[in-house]
């Protein structure tokens, strides 16, 4: 086994990328500070906008030889620079999805001089035409009932009535409240659903997801719960004991 796989390098991602093989990760998954001045105990999430813009390109550039020809990459973004981020990665790679995640946040007054901003903006972008992507794998079933209203003769024995259907664009998935069962000492965590689905659907069993931005470890937590390998980077050591810990659980027994 590969010395630097199932490993979380508590580092900053661009010392970190040398690590890792050329063409080696299927899948990226990057969750990279918003530029948006959120604390993450250092201050990666502080810069002025032509810092945070050169900082994505150093990265970018950084990673993707990383990615195999049939790789892919996901990259959460939100609106303020998913422009600049785009265009970016539209010269390096092929845009196949723009993907918003609904975070579901209730109505609760709020902004006055704008609209609310309540989603994610994630750039879905492949290397090459024959990138791996496991529809199946990532289907949603049809609920009884509307499979029953479709009970016609003309929907009888219709595959996609059977297999689910296509989880389309806009992915409504509730941000985790502090209550939540999954949720953990990180600001910006994101729900396991919304990993998992990335990598159910685009790395084979098996296969290796890179995360350079690990936060509390989600995409760790999630890649093994899918039966892939992980590797990634944290620069928050106190973020590296809450993803071992996270990962640490995995290896519990469920309770009966
Ligand atoms: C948006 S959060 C990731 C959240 C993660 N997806 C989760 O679900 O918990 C970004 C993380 O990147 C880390 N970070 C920022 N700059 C970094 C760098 N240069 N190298 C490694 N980690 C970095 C921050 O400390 C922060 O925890």
């Known amino acids: 086994m590969t010395s630097w796989l199932n490993r979380i ?3 900053d991602a661009l010392q970190g990328f ?4 050329d063409a080696s990760i299927d899948l990226l998954v990057a969750d990279p500070p918003y530029g948006l001045g959120k604390d993450y105990g250092n201050n990666s ?3 002025d906008t032509d810092a945070y813009l050169h900082w994505m390109e ?3 550039d950084a990673a993707l030889p990383k990615l195999k020809a049939c790789g892919s990459l996901y990259v959460f973004l939100t609106w303020r620079y998913s422009p600049e981020i785009f265009v970016l990665l539209k010269k390096r790679m092929t845009m196949i999805n723009e993907i918003i995640w609904d975070r579901r946040v209730p109505s609760m007054g709020g902004s006055t001089r704008k609209f609310s901003s309540v989603h994610d903006t994630i750039g879905f972008f492949v290397k090459a035409k024959d990138y791996y992507f496991d529809l ?14 479709r009970s016609r003769s003309i929907f009888v024995g219709a595959k996609w009535l059977e297999i689910g ?5 806009v992915w409504s998935v509730s941000r985790l409240h502090r209550e939540h069962r999954e949720r953990a000492d990180h600001p910006t965590q994101k729900p396991l659903e919304i990993v998992e689905r990335m990598i159910k659907a685009s790395c084979p069993p098996g296969g290796i997801v890179l995360d350079p931005f690990m936060g509390s470890g989600t995409t760790a937590v999630a890649a093994k719960r899918c039966g892939r390998h992980f590797v990634g980077f944290e620069l928050n050591a106190d973020y590296c004991e809450l993803i071992e810990n996270r990962l640490a659980e995995l290896e519990k027994p469920a309770a009966a």
């Open 9 to 11: 390098y508590c580092e």
């Open 18 to 21: 040398a690590r890792i093989p």
């Open 45 to 47: 999430d502080k810069l």
């Open 58 to 60: 150093q990265w970018i």
């Open 136 to 149: 199946d794998a990532v289907r949603i079933p049809y609920d009884a009932e509307t499979k029953k209203a």
């Open 165 to 169: 259907y296509n989880p389309k664009d």
